[in-house]
Nanobody
Framework: VQLQASGGGLVQAGGSLRLSCVAS????????MGWFRQAPGKEREFVGT????????DYAESVKGRFTISRDNVKNTVCLQMNSLKPEDTAVYYC???????????????WGQGTLVTVSS
């Protein structure tokens, strides 16, 4: 599975941004899809994940209520809608695929290249 993330950019605090991740290869709906982020000087952290069917989602407390993950298994795409952005959301965002619906980054087998989100105050 190859993953290509896009949609990052510069946005003001309080604004919104939508990230997309397109997957190549068959059986996309077999994978849980996660979003992670890594801020400068910090470790990569879990943002959220969605099950293969798209019926179940899980979010980090820091983004719950502001971020929403969705997927389209026909288009092999997963999206991260980010609202009410804060400067502390500034990071490189990565999409990842896993056979297991879970939070730990180590459970994810395939990773996209990352897309930079910068939130100005």
């Amino acid at each position: 599975v190859q993953l290509q993330a896009s949609g990052g950019g510069l946005v003001q605090a309080g604004g919104s941004l939508r990230l997309s991740c397109v997957a190549s290869g068959p059986t996309f709906d077999s994978y849980a899809m996660g979003w992670f982020r890594q801020a400068p000087g910090k470790e990569r952290e879990f943002v959220g994940t969605i099950s293969g069917s798209g019926t179940t989602t899980d979010y980090a407390e820091s983004v719950k209520g502001r971020f929403t993950i969705s997927r389209d298994n026909v288009k092999n795409t997963v999206c991260l809608q980010m609202n009410s952005l804060k400067p502390e959301d500034t990071a490189v965002y990565y999409c990842a695929a896993s056979w297991i619906y879970s939070r730990p980054a180590g459970k994810y087998n395939y990773w996209g290249q990352g897309t930079l989100v910068t939130v100005s105050s």
